[in-house]
């Protein structure tokens, strides 16, 4: 039985690995191969969890198994000793309804755009979005960390019903008013929301309003790019985690602002580590 909980683990943990790695190589816009695309598919596919599985995490959330629609039905989480892994873009969620719908929605997100005629996804983007109806942070909860899997559901609207305005609407008005709010600093987390995820979510709505809020903040987005940002190691040799995805959020930001039609040729700004400081920088 040990065994095989930990095979369990390690497939939960390959899926993530990949997720991760794709959602890198698409904000630093690096090929991602038709033959990764394929592999992704077949690992995410062969990786749903059964409904045993389900029902025994959501009994551990404290939910109805047969009434819940709050955690996801697909795909649950990585266990990792009971210690929850980081977003796509490095922010480390604090609550379960964060950690578990980003999980799952991110990666029938990308079965969507790999295999979108594949009947199996098909099922799960329609059984995904049915869900999210019922849910608080699928219809503009501005409480906590449900105000942040909100962002997770745009990010998944933008691919599976990017028609939708209504929807993608109620989203993001709530979301584009704390957007709004957000005062000096580095901006990496405010009021509980994480910025450069947000800034994903906008980049791929890619609409008028998205590109309106992005154009009240463009200023301070771009001294954003400008400043110097550690990439992990501190001062006294060891390395912090969350300051890692610093360079990626550099590449989230640019790409933001690149929605803006007077940065259409953003990418021409290079981003780059200065290897006195070993901070990234843009030269925008």
């Not at 394929?38 to 009434?67: D, H, Q, W």
């Not at 590449?251 to 040729?265: K, S, V």
Request: proline share 3%; net charge positive.
């Amino acid at each position: 039985m040990r065994m095989l909980l930990l095979l369990m683990e390690d497939i939960q943990l390959e899926k993530y690995r990949i997720l991760m790695e794709i959602n890198r190589k698409a904000m630093l816009a690096e090929e991602i191969l038709d033959i990764e695309k394929e592999k992704a598919v077949s690992i995410f596919l062969a990786g749903i969890c059964c409904k045993e599985a389900v029902i025994k995490y959501k009994k551990s959330m404290r939910v109805n198994p047969e009434t819940d629609n709050i955690y996801p039905a697909y795909y649950i989480p990585p266990y990792n000793g009971g210690k929850k892994l980081r977003l796509i873009q490095g922010y480390l969620p604090k609550t379960n309804i964060l950690y578990a719908n980003h999980y799952e929605l991110e990666i029938i997100r990308l079965l969507s755009m790999f295999a979108p005629e594949h009947e199996r996804v098909k099922v799960m983007v329609k059984n995904a979005l049915l869900r999210l109806k019922s849910t608080c942070f699928g219809n503009s909860c501005t409480k906590g960390e449900c105000m942040a899997t909100g962002i997770s559901v745009l990010r998944f609207l933008a691919v599976t019903r990017s028609d939708d305005s209504e929807w993608i609407d109620k989203l993001l008005i709530p979301l584009g008013d704390i957007f709004l709010s957000f005062g000096n600093g580095q901006g990496a987390i405010q009021k509980g929301i994480p910025l450069s995820y947000l800034l994903m979510a906008f980049t791929d709505v890619n609409n008028a309003r998205t590109k309106n809020l992005i154009a009240q903040k463009k200023e301070w987005l771009l001294d954003l790019l400008r400043r110097g940002w550690i990439t992990g190691r501190l001062s006294n040799g060891k390395i912090s985690e969350g300051d890692s995805y610093n360079l990626m959020g550099k590449y989230i930001i640019r790409n933001a602002l690149g929605t803006l039609p007077e940065f259409a040729d953003i990418s021409k700004y290079e981003i780059y580590i200065d290897s006195k400081d070993e901070r990234c920088y843009c030269n925008i």
